[in-house]
């Protein structure tokens, strides 16, 4: 049987990214602070919250149209660049899943493919860059396998980050000072799909429950 995921469980996501970025925000401002504007922490957090507020208000019915809420609102209320890119790469995901009640694991891979695409698009950076592609690549060409090893490849992406000279953002303008430090987007973006993977557990559990 093809396990299907519903317009909650796209919300339980959202929810799960907002509060892990509630708890995180202080380390994603500290690895900011190194090669960046110290504040992807409160961007992120401000950003994420006013989704959950706006989903808990008025979700959507599929979802598709919870992702493409979720990128509206960010990119309506963050400021710098991740507003712009966490936006395009979850609306562009929603607008790739339609309409469907319901979506399996490959569908949202394919989806999330095409919104990790468009943000490669709109910063013009690909792998290797030390940007939030970094984690995000890995994630999306594992998930078809599971959450579990898109979470593990996230991470994986992130911590690969550290030896990489920044060739896009702001972090490029330090040259050879940004090596050696974590890119805070590819951590960011590794939060997105534990995130993921933790609101599939709990979808598990509550199915076999």
Do not use: C
Not at 1 to 29: I, K, Q
Not at 51 to 58: G, I, N, S, T, Y
Not at 65 to 91: D, E, F, H, K
Not at 129 to 146: C, F, G, Y
Request: aromatic residues 4%.
């Amino acid at each position: 049987m093809t396990e299907a995921y519903g317009a909650a469980f796209a919300v339980r996501w959202m929810e799960t990214v907002a509060a892990a970025v509630d708890r995180e925000a202080g380390r994603l401002t500290e690895l900011d602070a190194a090669i960046g504007d110290a504040d992807h922490g409160a961007n992120l957090r401000r950003g994420f919250a006013a989704v959950a507020d706006a989903l808990a208000k008025e979700p959507p019915a599929t979802p598709g149209g919870v992702l493409v809420a979720a990128g509206r609102q960010l990119i309506s209320t963050v400021g710098g660049a991740s507003g712009p890119l966490y936006g395009t790469l979850l609306r562009r995901a929603g607008k790739a899943l339609g309409d469907g009640e319901a979506v399996t694991r490959a569908e949202l891979a394919d989806a999330l493919t095409a919104g990790v695409a468009a943000v490669g698009q709109l910063g013009g950076a690909v792998p290797g860059d030390k940007t939030m592609l970094d984690a995000l690549v890995p994630a999306v060409a594992a998930l078809p396998e599971s959450f579990a090893a898109a979470r593990a490849a996230a991470g994986e992406g992130a911590l690969a980050t550290v030896p990489l000279r920044a060739r896009k953002g702001r972090a490029s303008y330090l040259g050879e000072r940004s090596v050696g430090h974590q890119d805070p987007g590819a951590t960011s973006s590794a939060l997105l799909f534990a995130a993921l993977a933790e609101a599939a557990e709990e979808e598990a559990e509550g199915a076999a429950g």
